[in-house]
């Protein structure tokens, strides 16, 4: 019996010095990323791909995924659920990203999925495609659903063309030069805002078809817009002076 006892005793200790060695080498784990601050990164659990050297984008599932471009050292992220999915390859200065599913449709979870960061972006193109066995799906979803957003760029021109039902935000960019094709083919609703927070200088804006422009307290001095017959536009606050000239 009191050997029992003493084994008892014995495996007792044990576990409970291998449950504080966890509980120690977990707290040491907590503040050693509480010094670094990867806490504070949102993506810090995303899947980091190795590419570099491109200052164009396409995102041909902009319907289908969050995009969030941001400006800094080159880095490629995408979120643990969809790296079965989602494909990126590159091509020259091209970086191009597509959603393919082997068998069925997944549903995405909410929130950035895909995150992109370059020093320079020149370009953008958006589109609304996307494939199930191999078979190519246009999507017809709205762009209330998903976003590519464009942030924090400071540099002299940026082009972009959007189709579809594809949705763009720019914020935070200080850009000398705009130019925009929105909704470039038949049908299209795309949809751009430009939100306070950007510099502007000078903008060409062309938005086709069914497709909306908003423009959220946000001054450009120098600007050109052509709307079709069938497009939309918003201004607010300061943006609102375009209708007094």
Known sequence: ???????????????????????????????????????????????????????????????EINVKILSGDYKVQVHPFVTD???????????????????????QPYGDLVVITCPKLDNLKTNAFYSIQGKKITSTKSWDDNTVTVQGFQQSAFSLQQDKATAVKLSGNKITRLEAVVGVSTGSSARLNLDKTNHIQEAHLDIRNKSELVIENLNIPKRQYQFSDSARATFTGSALGILAQ
């Open 1 to 63: 019996m009191l050997q029992h006892l003493k084994t008892s005793t014995i495996l007792l200790l044990t576990a409970a010095f291998i449950l504080l060695g966890s509980l120690v080498a977990y707290n040491m784990a907590l503040k050693t990323e509480y010094n670094k601050g990867t806490y504070k990164d949102p993506y810090r659990n995303f899947v980091t791909l190795n590419y570099r050297d491109f200052d164009q984008i396409i995102i041909n599932p902009a319907t």
């Open 85 to 107: 999915f989602v494909q990126i390859k590159k091509n020259g200065q091209h970086l191009q990203v597509d959603l393919v599913y082997p068998k069925e449709e997944k549903r």
